[in-house]
Antibody
């Protein structure tokens, strides 16, 4: 069965960096575009970044552009999010989500990032 | 960028009654080449990630009860729960998935039992 497992969250000071990982299993990872979506405590969903299946096309939300970098290692079935210059408003639960041609069909349980 | 706006922000409905949530996009999400609306509805229960309910505006995801239905085209969409059950208490989000990212979400609608 499809599984997405995020890791790498934690408490970090403003201005510091953190790298999140998302380990995928149960499907051919290299065939799918992947996304990061975040949810601040008690708030709604915010799409953060997308990376195409082959890693060539990347898109970012304006709120993270220039600070976050999405990448993937298809040989390791893993998606990454490098987060630099973190701010208090980056505090959120970060989900990775598989993209399909109709939306995000599988989601992980999320990893919590607290910037304080 | 396409802005997606849901209404209402919260909704209280009696068990067995109909619940209706609206979603409006700032520009059309209808692809003329395949006549599909790239609008997806998700359900999120507390402590869980979102789950796809409806995609292409009106196609029910496998395993989703048939009391959930989606309608609309272009810029205006509706999620309807025909007969509310206790397990439907959740927050519901619409998302536009048109073209290249950003794939924006609506702000969410919290549904509770009256």
């Amino acid at each position: 069965q499809v599984q997405l497992v995020e890791s790498g969250g934690g408490v970090v000071q403003p201005g510091r960096s953190l790298r999140l990982s998302c380990a995928a299993s149960g499907f051919t990872f290299s065939n799918y575009g992947m996304n990061w979506v975040r949810q601040a405590p008690g708030k709604g969903l915010e799409w953060v970044a997308f990376l195409s299946s082959d890693g060539t096309n990347k898109y970012y939300a304006d709120s993270v552009k220039g600070r976050f970098t999405i990448s993937r290692d298809n040989s390791k079935n893993t998606l990454y999010l490098q987060m630099n210059s973190l701010r208090a408003d980056d505090t959120a639960l970060y989900y990775c989500a598989r993209g399909n041609n109709f939306g995000f069909d599988y989601w992980g349980q999320g990893t919590l990032v607290t910037v304080s | 960028d396409i802005v997606v706006t849901q209404s209402p922000d919260s909704l209280a409905v009696s068990l067995g009654e109909r619940a209706t949530i609206n979603c409006k996009s700032s520009q059309s999400v209808l692809y003329s080449s395949n006549n599909k609306n790239y609008l997806t509805w998700y359900q999120q229960k507390p402590g869980q990630p979102p789950k796809v309910l409806i995609y292409w505006a009106s196609t029910r995801e496998s395993g989703v009860p048939d009391r959930f239905s989606g309608s609309g085209s272009g810029t205006d969409f509706t999620l309807t729960i025909s007969s509310l059950q206790a397990e439907d208490v959740a927050t519901y989000y619409c998302q536009q998935y048109y073209g290249t990212p950003p794939y924006t979400f609506g702000q969410g609608t919290e549904l509770e039992i009256k």
